[in-house]
C-alpha cells in the first residue's frame, strides 16, 4: 500500500520558490526590464498571485532609463509615478480607470511622441 501523497513529497526547506497559486493553479510570474529594442535587462520572480508592482518595487531603482514605458497597472503614485519623477525620470502609461485627475503621462499615451 502507498502512503498518501503528503507524505511522499519534498518538504520545503523555508527557500522562496516563486511558485504561488492562482486561478489556473500553480504559477510563477516574471516581471522583465527591456530596453528599447525589446532586450530583456533585468527580471524578478514572483508566484502566479502577486501584483505587477511587486516587481515593479524590484525592478525600477535599478532602470537606467529615462522613460518608463508600461501597462495601466503602473498607474501608481506613490509607489511608480513619483520615486521615477525624483530621479528625473518619466513614466508613459495609460490611465487606471478609477483615475480622478488627468496624468501627464496620459496626454503623451493618447498623443504618442511629439513630431518634428
Not at 516587481?55 to 501608481?76: N, V, W
Not at 513614466?91 to 518634428?116: H, L, M
Amino acid at each position: 500500500m502507498r502512503p498518501p501523497t503528503q507524505c511522499r513529497r519534498v518538504k520545503k526547506d523555508g527557500k522562496s520558490q516563486a511558485i504561488g497559486q492562482s486561478r489556473g493553479g500553480l504559477s510563477t510570474e516574471i516581471h522583465t526590464l527591456a530596453d528599447a529594442l525589446g532586450d530583456p535587462v533585468d527580471f524578478f520572480l514572483t508566484g502566479g498571485e502577486a501584483h505587477d508592482l511587486v516587481g515593479a518595487d524590484h525592478l525600477l531603482p535599478t532602470m537606467r532609463a529615462d522613460t518608463l514605458i508600461a501597462d495601466k497597472a503602473f498607474d501608481a503614485d506613490e509607489r511608480v509615478l513619483e520615486p521615477l519623477a525624483a530621479g528625473g525620470k518619466t513614466a508613459v502609461t495609460p490611465a487606471k480607470a478609477n483615475r480622478v485627475e488627468g496624468s501627464p503621462a496620459r496626454q503623451a499615451y493618447v498623443c504618442g511622441p511629439p513630431s518634428d
